[in-house]
């Protein structure tokens, strides 16, 4: 079965400032992507960036980006310019692609606790 | 507006009783999922559902049933015998098991 560990269960930011938020993953899988969502204390869960394992590069989405590492098993979410609104609880996941997997199931990593400091 | 809704937003349970959350979507999304997120923990897949009138249990389905009779209602039921029912619970929905899965805002239940 499938694991994600994040093991940072808090971590904190100045306003501006750049944080880096880490995840590792345990598979046998070649084909899988990888996400991470956002809680912020509404607690609706929001997509930041997904990552699928068969690309090279880094996915990026604005002030988002990843650093995905598939023989390290790592995958690192970076915030540049934090924002005050980034502060939540960050979630790491993983999905299966290949055949006979649960259809669509996602695995959760713990979270990690992002407080930004103005 | 398109998108996810969950009802209600809080929810009490007494001893012996069932109950039922709420999940509709106006995405015209395939597949739903119900999972469960306890305090300081991340999210557990309960049941999911490819297709109307399919479901399958995930990881923690003991003490929960759903339907899917429509395709854009995903209700969850929690019975009796799920002894640990106070979580904060998440309904999603994705294209296909393949695409990425969209959240509702959740229902928190809680046992009196």
């Known amino acids: 079965a499938q694991t994600v560990t994040q093991s940072q269960p808090e971590m904190s930011v100045q306003e501006a400032e750049t944080v880096t938020l880490s995840c590792t993953y345990d598979?046998?899988?070649?084909?899988?992507?990888l996400f991470w969502y956002k809680q912020p204390p509404s607690r609706q869960m929001i997509l930041v960036i997904r990552?699928?394992?068969?690309?090279?590069q880094n996915a990026t989405e604005n002030r988002f980006s990843v650093n995905f590492q598939k023989a390290a098993k790592s995958f690192s979410l970076k915030i540049s310019d934090s924002q005050l609104g980034d502060a939540a609880m960050y979630f790491c996941?993983?999905?299966?692609?290949?055949?006979?997997?649960?259809?669509?199931?996602?695995?959760f990593g713990q979270g990690t606790i992002l407080t930004v400091h103005p | 507006d398109g998108g996810i809704t969950q009802s209600p937003k809080y929810l009490f349970r007494k001893e012996g009783q069932n109950v039922t959350l709420s999940c509709e979507q106006n995405?015209?999304?395939?597949?739903m999922y119900w999972y469960r997120q306890d305090p300081g923990q991340g999210l557990r897949l309960i049941y999911y559902?490819?297709?109307?009138?399919?479901?399958q249990k995930g990881d923690i389905a003991e003490g929960y049933s759903v339907s899917r009779e429509k395709k854009e209602s995903f209700p969850l039921t929690v019975t009796s015998a799920q002894k640990n029912p106070t979580a904060f619970y998440l309904c999603?929905?994705?294209?296909?098991?393949?695409?990425?899965?969209?959240f509702g805002p959740g229902t928190r239940l809680l046992v009196l």
């Open positions: 990552q699928e394992a068969y690309k090279q």
């Open positions: 995405l015209n999304h395939d597949a």
């Open positions: 999603a929905s994705s294209r296909g098991g393949w695409e990425t899965q969209y």
């Open positions: 598979t046998s899988e070649s084909d899988y992507y």
């Open positions: 996941a993983y999905r299966s692609e290949g055949p006979g997997t649960s259809y669509g199931k996602l695995t």
């Open positions: 559902s490819q297709i109307v009138n399919d479901f």
